[in-house]
């Protein structure tokens, strides 16, 4: 690694972000931290849009890098680090908008703490009444399961975090992100911190609010596509997901065994009524008694295409296909 020259590096892996950018662009013009400590590094890879113009609009402006490489968040996130020389590597995402002191606030909990990746909550938006309703669906815990960053969860230890704010020597001893985890490479990194003795901090007062997919085909595809990389991560790295991130391939696979044993097995039978009904029942509740029950109408569909999408990305990984 290169020696630091500057406190803080910020890289954010971009392709295609043209309707997202301005609006990173802006957050960071607005950021607390000093921008003599700070370089800019953005990766593309490979924008048919006029993503890379509008970053280089803000040139004048801010400390900005761009380069470009090929297509894979991994691979863009490595050249970053690569060609970075910041004490700190803050990795970023195009599709969120980071308050004024999110840089600000990294730095002090690296500063005074004893992790090698901070990060913080994300607050799910959307766009539209779809859009909206599948924030909803992100932000649940019916919906994702116990991933603390994206319901609320409180500071302290966790098996990962969103984005994340590295010290720069953690990489010399554990490498750079693996480049075969196209979706789930924030996983392995964080499993492989712990893996290596070190820790990963959420700070319930590091925030950020993440802009979700506005359509229904494209959250079947992003379900798809992140179950998708289930079987074909743990066999990289087996510690690298967690129980939560099998449920909706087991879900899947229920739905499937249970009625055509149950043809033989009265008591599977009954197993699969029991699992149906409680799944509608909670289906219901979340939709319909929780936060955001104004969207419960889209919601009681959104939440079984969510997970079964998923499950099915999960059970196509587990024959060894992938879908990205």
């Known amino acids: 690694m290169n020696k630091p020259s500057v406190k803080v590096s910020v ?17 960071l013009l607005l950021q607390s931290y000093p921008r003599n400590e700070m370089e800019w590094i953005f990766v593309d890879g490979g924008s048919g849009d006029n993503t890379v113009s509008v970053i280089e609009r803000f040139k004048s402006e801010c400390p900005i890098r761009v380069l470009k490489t090929q297509r894979g968040t991994p691979h863009q996130l490595n050249v970053g680090i690569r060609e970075s020389t910041g004490k700190y590597v803050i990795r970023l995402d195009a599709h969120t908008y980071y308050p004024d002191n999110y840089i600000e606030k990294c730095v002090l909990y690296l500063d005074n703490c004893d992790a090698d990746n901070v990060g913080g909550r994300v607050n799910t ?4 009444l779809i859009g909206q309703a599948i924030a909803k669906v992100l932000s649940s815990k019916f919906g994702v399961g116990g991933s603390q960053f994206r319901v609320g ?40 911190i712990r893996q290596a003795g070190g820790k990963v901090y959420l700070a319930e007062d590091i925030e950020s609010d993440y802009h979700c997919r506005d359509t229904v085909s ?3 595809k992003y379900a798809m596509q992140n179950g998708n990389a289930l079987f074909h991560t743990i066999k990289v790295n087996p510690k690298a997901m967690s129980i939560r991130h099998f449920i909706p391939f ?29 799944y509608l029942l909670m289906d219901i509740y979340f939709s319909f008694f929780s936060k955001g029950r104004q969207y419960g109408f889209v919601t009681v569909l959104l939440f079984p295409l969510f997970h ?11 024959i060894g296909i992938k879908l990205y």
């Open 308 to 318: 079964i999408s998923y499950g099915i990305g999960s059970a196509i990984s587990f």
């Open 153 to 192: 969860g409180e500071s302290g230890y966790v098996d990962t975090v969103p984005f994340g704010a590295f010290r720069r020597e953690v990489f010399d001893r554990i490498g750079l992100f693996n480049e075969e985890l196209i979706r789930s490479e924030d996983n392995d990194i964080n499993a492989r």
């Open 11 to 27: 890289i954010v892996p971009v392709l295609n972000e043209e309707r997202y950018i301005s609006s990173l662009m802006e957050s």
């Open 218 to 220: 494209a959250i079947i």
């Open 125 to 128: 938006v959307g766009t539209g």
């Open 250 to 278: 087991l879900f899947v696979v229920s739905l499937i065994l249970l009625p055509i044993l149950g043809i033989k097995f009265t008591f599977l039978r009954y197993m699969f009524f029991m699992e149906i009904v409680l």
